[in-house]
Structures are given as C-alpha cells and as structure tokens.
C-alpha cells in the first residue's frame, strides 16, 4: 500500500488504487470514482496561473481552496454531474466540507455539506483524507503532463503515438 502524507505532497495514487484499496481511503470509493469521471482535464490546466501563485506553493490550505472553489468548476462536466443527481457532497478530513452542485449547467463548489431535512445530520457523500485527496491530484497532473509531452514530441517529430490521445 502506498503510504501518503501531507509532508510528501509528491506522492501519487491512482485512481484504481483507491477502488483496490476499498474503504480504507475513501469511505465510499465507488461514488468518488464515479464523481471523478465528469472531471476533464486538459492540457490549458498545466499552464493555468492559479498554480502559480506563491499562497498555492506555500499552503497546501491554498491548494485545496484553489483546486476545489476555483479549478474544479471550470473543468467539470455540468451534465456528468446532473446525472449523478446534481450534487456531490465531499469532506476532505483536516481540510474541509465541500459540496459540488450543477447550477443553471454550470459547476459550483458551495463550503460545507448539505443537511438531511429529518436527522439534521450532514450527508457525505464520500469522506477521504486530504492527504489521499492531494495524492490523486499530483498523478492526475503528472498523467495529463506525460500525455501532453508524448503528444507535442510526436507532433513535432510527425509521428502518430499509440495512447496518447485518450
């Protein structure tokens, strides 16, 4: 098992990992995943300024703010999110609650969680640590970084590469 921990914020775990790895990263790893899908990521994300910002470098705090408020919108699939019922509640142990709703086919993050009218408890859709959270993050980045090289390195040499376009 891949050990991960706010000090090492290069650490990496895919996706797949954490459908292996059952509930001990995710509490509910199938709906996660399944949120995960109406993440699109493309090449424009790795030049985006927002990473560059000394808050961003400095704090991981900054990170998950930037990531989940600001990037994240911008590169989710409203209509993915629809049908998963228009929301998807996520709490980030240590870091915070956040619920992503679809609203007017557009993507928000709202701080906290909805509450359940009855109980007046909040419903979480899937809880991970952050640490799990930034993990996941790091290889999506560096998955999308060795795509986008492997594609520019063919378009400049001519040559089509196998797998590169996904």
């Known amino acids: 098992m891949l050990m991960v921990d706010m000090r090492n914020n290069t ?21 996660f995943a399944s949120f995960m899908e109406g993440l699109v990521l493309t090449p424009d994300i790795l030049l985006d300024p927002r990473w560059q ?16 408020f600001e990037v994240l919108p911008t590169l989710y699939d409203a209509r993915h999110l629809e049908k998963l019922g ?25 701080s906290g969680l909805p509450v359940e009218e009855q109980s007046g408890k909040p419903v979480i859709d899937a809880e991970m640590g952050a640490d ?13 970084s060795e795509r ?14 196998a797998g590169a376009a996904r």
């Open 148 to 161: 986008t090289l492997k594609t520019l390195t063919a378009a400049r040499s001519g040559r089509p590469i």
């Open 132 to 144: 799990v959270f930034m993990a996941l993050c790091n290889e999506l980045i560096a998955d999308l």
């Open 53 to 68: 910002l000394p808050g961003n470098a400095s704090s991981r705090f900054s990170f998950f703010r930037s990531a989940m």
């Open 86 to 110: 228009g929301r998807f509640a996520l709490r980030l142990t240590g870091v915070g609650d956040y619920t992503v709703i679809a609203l007017n086919r557009r993507v928000v993050t709202l």
């Open 11 to 31: 650490a990496r775990i895919t996706m797949q990992e954490i459908l292996a790895s059952g509930r001990r990263l995710v509490s509910n790893p199938v709906a």
